[in-house]
Every structure is written in C-alpha cells, then in structure tokens.
C-alpha cells in the first residue's frame, strides 16, 4: 500500500467495475475510490481503506449512489443528433432521405460548432466518457467534434468522414482533397490531450476503390490511429456493395485488401457476416461495435454476440445515434439484451455492462486506460442512482428483499445475484436520469439537478 498524500480526494459509496482479465466484475458495496490528478490511486472497502488515509484527505460519501467507470459508445455519429427518431426507413433509404441533409447543413461552421458542444455535453449527461464518433464529410465538423471535447479534457475518438460518391454532392469530398485534410486533422488532434483520431470511410458504398486505397495509406503513415467504419449491417446493403466491388471476395475482403482491417479497426454492426467473414475478421484481430439499438430501429438484423465471444472478437456497445434511438449506455445494453432473447441467446447483465465500459475499451484499443477503475487508471467515473425513477426505486427494493435471493442466485449463476439483479434492472429501465454526476479525469463535469429517492444499501 503506497503513502497517500494530498491532494488527494475521495468518494465513498458502493463501487462496481471490471477488471483487465477478469471474468466477473468487482464490487464493494461500502467502497472508496482514492483519486489523485485525475487517475484512480486506489479503490477498496472503506473499512479498509479509510483508515490509511491522511486526515486532511476530502471524503465526500454518497450512501444511496453507485459508482460505476464512465461508460464507452463504441460508435456514434455526431452530425445526425438532430435526426434521432426518424421514421420509416431501412438504411440506405434513411440515409438519403434524412441523414445526407442533416449532415450538409454542418457546411456552417458556427452551426457544427453548436452542434458538437450539445452533443459532448448530451454525451456526458448519459454518463458517457469516451467515444469513437464519426463526424460528417466536411473537415471543420471533425475540428468542432474534437474541440469541444478537448474543452472537456474527454478521452474521444473522432474522424471525418470519407465519402467520394453514392451520395448527394453537398456531402462528397474527392478522394485526393479528404485524404490531405484528414492528414492535416491527425497531425493536429491526434494524441493532443486525451483525443484520438480514427481514419474514417463511411462504408465501402460512399467510397471508390482510390478513396479506400489513400485511407488504407494514411493508417499505414499513422499506425496508431484507429480505423472506424460500418460493416454489413442491412442485406441491401451488403448487396449493393458485391455488386460496386464484384472482384472481392466479400464485403470485409474490400476492406481488408485496402489496408483497412486490422487490429486497429472498428467495425460497426457486423450482422450480415458470411462464415468466411467471421474467420477473417477474427483472424485480423479487428473488433466490432455491437449497436442492438440502431439495428432494431433500422430493421438491421441481429447481431450474434455470443459468436463473437466464442471467437475472441473484442466487442464494444455502440449506439449508432441518429439510427440509434437513445444514447443511453443503459438503452444499449437493454437492446443487447432484446436482441439475445430474438436469437435465444440470453445476455448475462455482467456480459451487457462488460461491453458498456471494459469491452468498448478494449475495443477501441484504450483499455490500459479507461473502461475500469484499477488503480492507475484515468479517473473518467459515474455515480449512479438506482432511485431515480419511482419505478426504477421500487423494483430496486425488491433486490434487499432476501426471499427472491434462491431464484436470483440460479437465474444469474453468479456469486453475487443481486448486484446481477441491480445491474439487470439498472439496464431495463435506465436513462439519463439515473447519471447523477459524471467525472471526467476526477474532475466533475456532470451533476444532474433532479431531487433523489432513498433506498436501502445495495
Ligand atoms: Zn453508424
């Protein structure tokens, strides 16, 4: 146990998190979570802890909260917020019809700016702390993403988007000009702060055959950006692109061959894969952005989640606003949960809030960083409170209700069946309101003004 010296501070309340390696998650239902500089510098049970620390440490104690790491969007797009919710479309339609206008207007500068600043801010009200995001196809809607993250000193990682045709021209930028500036981006952002960039074609509809062979070239003169794009996610789609791309084998194979899929890529949706897909896919170590929201929203299909664990396949949950119906990391993982029961395929909660925080980490490649609360780590961390609805308080207190205890420990087969049980109702009937505060790099960013509800200890 190291010295701890101020200034330090403290939270006091119950604690949940993974670990790196570990199949179950931690929990302490009196813990403390020692924070200095903005990383975790120790996290254990406050009758151990407690009395190890200096008099002069700051302890705040909330007794009815639960503190859980900041949760990641695996896949997310920024320009499309003002679309959520839109109605009756499958995707290529959606996109021509709601989703190509919405990101023309971000042609205005001041417009994306305000734009990006809500959609940080909406980021972080839903407990959100790090994202992979795709801006839209003009270069100053990725420099008001990363801005208004960087404002917030945000783990985020952003692109603009790649798309040379298919698509109206207001939205088109040739191959040669988007190339250069997304160069001109990475040298800016990359690695500034706690920014990332991600090289990112839209799908391989929206770009030729030059717009994927310069992007497969510019992650090859920055290794470590990520690559972010979508991958089989609507059978038309997935047709559309065998018959733009007759001389690959398959959909993942366009990809592949321009360089872009690797340990580094993020694929999102992944539900329409071929075997081959799957094999090849694992076999280049990429992972896939799990987004069950948009792909129930947009008719998609269903993904096979238990496949890609099988395989060793990182996955991270994504919400895919504007096709995503809810940014809510709690929605995701209550979606992941529908689509499982569609397949047969019960998602265990441990499972859903893994790929919430820890599983989206790794899938964007940060998980010696964030995703969890081991010592060392960026302090990026939520409270959350299980009473934040009348209904959420009521069927929270049935978890302290021991006579359930039985059932619950062979429904979960789980060491701990209520925190399985919480977590569980947690998802099925968590928003926004539940995030009572958000902390970025130990420093609060979020505080929810709503009044609280009192339950037992969990
Ligand atoms: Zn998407």
Same mark, same amino acid.
């Given at each position: 146990m190291p010295s701890f010296r101020p200034p330090l501070w403290a939270l006091r309340a119950a604690i949940v998190s993974f670990w790196r390696d570990e199949a179950a998650p931690r929990f302490w239902p009196d813990g403390i979570l020692l924070i200095d500089n903005g990383h975790v510098a120790a996290i254990g049970d406050h009758s151990e802890l407690a009395p190890k620390l200096p008099a002069e440490v700051r302890v705040e104690h909330f007794p009815d909260l639960l503190i859980a790491p900041g949760f990641v969007d695996a896949h997310v797009h920024f320009p499309q917020i003002d679309r959520i +919710?839109?109605? +009756?479309?499958?995707l290529l339609d959606w996109l021509e019809r709601y989703i190509y206008p919405a990101e023309a207007r971000l042609s205005d500068g001041d417009f994306a700016k305000d734009l990006a600043k809500f959609f940080v801010a909406e980021l972080l009200r839903h407990g959100i702390t790090t994202a992979l995001v795709f801006a839209a196809s003009q270069k100053q809607s990725a420099d008001s993403l990363f801005a208004a993250a960087r404002a917030k000193d945000m783990r985020l990682i952003g692109g603009q988007v790649l798309m040379d045709r298919g698509?109206? =021209?207001?939205v088109l930028v040739p191959a040669e000009i988007a190339a250069e500036q997304s160069s001109a981006l990475i040298r800016k952002w990359h690695g500034k702060g706690r920014l990332g960039y991600a090289i990112t074609p839209r799908f391989a509809v929206t770009s030729s055959d030059r717009q994927l062979e310069l992007a497969g070239k510019l992650h090859s003169r920055f290794p470590d950006t990520l690559v972010h794009t979508h991958l089989s996610e609507n059978p038309r789609e997935v047709a559309l692109v065998r018959e733009l791309f007759p =001389?690959?084998? =398959?959909y993942f194979d366009v990809y592949a061959r321009h360089g872009l899929a690797g340990p580094r890529s993020v694929f999102a949706h992944c539900v329409h894969l071929s075997d081959g897909e799957w094999r090849d896919l694992a076999k280049a170590g990429s992972a896939i952005a799990f987004c069950p929201g948009s792909n129930l929203f947009l008719g998609s299909g269903l993904f096979d989640h238990s496949r890609a664990r099988r395989m060793g396949i990182r996955v991270g949950l994504g919400s895919d606003v504007g096709a995503g119906d809810s940014l809510s990391p709690f929605a995701a993982q209550k979606d992941a949960y529908r689509v499982g029961q569609m397949r047969g395929d019960n998602l265990h909660p441990f499972d859903a809030f893994r790929m919430a925080t820890l599983g989206g980490a790794e899938a964007l490649g940060l998980d010696h960083l964030i995703g969890g609360l081991e010592p060392g780590k960026e302090a990026d961390f939520v409270l959350i409170d299980r009473a934040a609805t009348p209904l959420l308080a009521r069927r929270l207190r049935s978890v302290a209700d021991k006579s359930w205890s039985a059932d619950l420990a062979d429904t979960f087969k789980s060491w701990s069946a209520d925190l399985a049980d919480t977590l569980f109702a947690l998802s099925i009937l +968590?928003? =926004?309101?539940?995030?009572a505060r958000t902390y970025v790099a130990g420093r609060l960013v979020h505080r929810r003004a709503s009044p609280r509800r009192r339950l037992p200890p969990l």
């Open positions: +919710g839109a109605h +009756g479309a499958q698509a109206p =021209d207001e =001389d690959h084998r =398959d +968590g928003e =926004d309101r539940m995030i």
